[in-house]
């Protein structure tokens, strides 16, 4: 192992160490008390009663992360990998939570899930939706198809978009330059731009909130130059959000609220790399635009909670690429619509026991027009029926339980059964919680794996089943606050694609047999005074080699975080990423061909100032200090050295 890895692995020993040798207290403090969850049981939750270890990003730690994308402040969480987010601005995300897969994640927007029904893993593309219209994220990590259904096989994401603030009229706007350069072809012109505002407010009985964004970068080539001297052209990326949400309280009991928003891409991109090094091209282009419209009416009365998340999406993807064996331009479009409509019911058994009770309907349908083929809507659906029931127990000598079960009923292949149960102990005279949990989870087959001209109509779900344990503490008059996670994944009938030499027959297959994962994740937060504040986390991950592509076996975030004054802060950000492997189609040899990937490490920094207190701050980054060449993916630019300045004018 890296001999920094050694050092700074020892560094968290020592700091337990010491931190065990404080005075014992509780940890349920006074802060934690008041700090609530909502991804474990889809109800608000104080987070000492909770058994997960649930990573919270909440508002001010995004108003301290001005200009980074949502992929790359989840980045930053332990167990979490998004691939790509340090590459072209259009380059696509992969999402590898503990040696997991994009259709192992699922991603909820205001607790409803958002994803594209016509992409072959389903997976939401989170370069549609702007860091500046999130409020908070929740991230919790393992299964947990018991609450949210398919794909939620090893972690669920969170998105709390922003809402109405206490004034009858408000508003924000923002804006940012900055540069765009990798390593090796460093350049100083702004070619990174992102604006946009807000209006909200409040009345009696309404509340409303509306926002744009604007984004657009170029500046580097998706496929990186193989040296130099060599110069690719630039694969631009811009990005548009219109985003609407109204809320209306029929009584103190009854609140209404709807939402409707519009996003869209547009990026050049090059052909995928085959180290022929004829894969750099300017006619390649692809458009996504996504429309979502929603209605959630929230009931409360004795003992109890109802609420109502609806959503519709239309997703529409097209592409314009050349071929390179006729030397002309194609046209290929996907159209997805999704539905989905979750009711849920919270009723307060006793004071120390409630149920979560609910039916989840899901359709999706999708169709494509290809220069190989088209496939129709009225061929390409499905849809799943899913009652599922939670319990509960919270006690006060510090035992909780969390336990329930769902049952999938899915039109193309029928029935599966999901369940979980997460016990903790929060100790009275110890500054300890443990919690353990054991859940089991599924992955459907997505429409294109189902029904496009590589489908198999008879696949059936992946199925996943975790296990955790771990404990929670906070020590050193509080200051100290570390949690540590083990973890151990198994999988069966994995989709995996079978092809055949001979006959050329291709198409989707569930393989036999068992994949394993396992791992370690730790994370400390230390208050080394009142203005300064270290967070660090270290993952250990591993999986058997069927699942081995792109997973860092080790990997550390650390970030110091120092308040100069109560308008100054400059924060630090260091990031260590381990040796991956990863593979490609060798244009040359006709092979797929495996490769390994250096391990690297970067060094960030960002200082924020307030010139008028909660009116006007200004902000400028530094990406990649030392301009560090390294790889995320073969064969593709990553960001060098890069420059941010940007303000925010609120009203």
Known sequence: MNKKIVRISALFVLVSACAFAQEKENVASKQELEEVVVSDSKFALAKEKSGKVITKITTEELKNRPGQSIAAILNTVAGVEINGNQSAAGKNLGYYIRGGKNSQVLILIDGIPVNDASGISMEYDL???????????????????????????????????????????????????????????????????????????????????AAFNSTETKGISQIAPPNS?????????????????????????????????????????????????TSDTNLNTTSSKQFRLGFSPKFKYYKGEFVLNSSFNKLVRSYDELDTYSNSVGFA????????????????????????????????????????????????????????????????????????????????????????????????????????????????????????????????????????VGFETQLGNKKIRWNVVGFYREQTNFIGFYYNPTTYASNYVNIDGLNKAKGIETEIQFALSDKLKWNSNYTFTQVDEALNRLIPKHKINSSLDYKVSDSFFWNVNYQYIDARKDAFFDGNTYATTQVKLGSYQVLNTLVRYEISKNKLSVFGSVHNIFNVDFVENIGYSTLGRNFKLGLTINL
């Open 333 to 468: 479009e996907y159209e997805s619509r999704s539905v989905n409509v979750d009711g849920f019911n919270k009723y307060e058994v006793a004071p120390s026991f409630f149920l979560v009770s609910g039916l989840q309907y899901q359709f999706h349908d999708a169709n494509s027009v290809t220069p190989y083929g088209n496939i129709a809507k009225e061929s390409t659906k499905f849809n799943m029926i899913d009652p599922y029931v939670t319990g509960v127990y919270t006690s006060n000598v510090g035992f909780n339980l969390n336990a329930g079960a769902r049952w999938n009923s899915h039109s193309a292949y029928g029935n599966q059964l999901v369940y979980n149960i997460n016990p903790s102990f929060d100790f009275q005279s110890l500054p300890l919680k443990i919690i353990s949990s054991y859940s089991t989870a599924f992955v459907t087959p997505s429409l294109y794996q189902l029904y496009s001209q590589y489908g198999n109509s008879k696949l059936t779900p992946e199925k996943n089943s975790t296990a955790e």
């Open 127 to 209: 370069r549609l939706l702007p860091a500046e219209q999130v409020e908070s994220i929740e991230i919790m990590k393992g299964a947990a198809s018991t609450l949210y259904g398919t794909g939620a096989a090893t972690g669920v994401i969170n998105i709390k978009l922003k809402k109405s603030g206490k004034k009858t009229v408000s508003g924000n706007g923002y804006f940012s330059v900055g540069t765009n350069a990798t390593a090796t072809q460093q350049n100083q012109k702004a070619s990174d731009f992102n604006q946009g505002f807000s209006v909200n407010g409040r009345t009696t009985k309404l509340t409303y909130f």
């Open 229 to 277: 001297n060599v110069h690719y052209e630039e694969d631009p990326f811009s990005r548009l959000n219109y985003l609407a949400k109204v809320g209306y309280a029929v009584t103190d009991k009854l609140t209404l609220d709807f939402f409707g928003n519009y996003d869209q891409i547009k990026n050049a991109y090059d052909g995928g790399f085959d180290n022929t090094g």
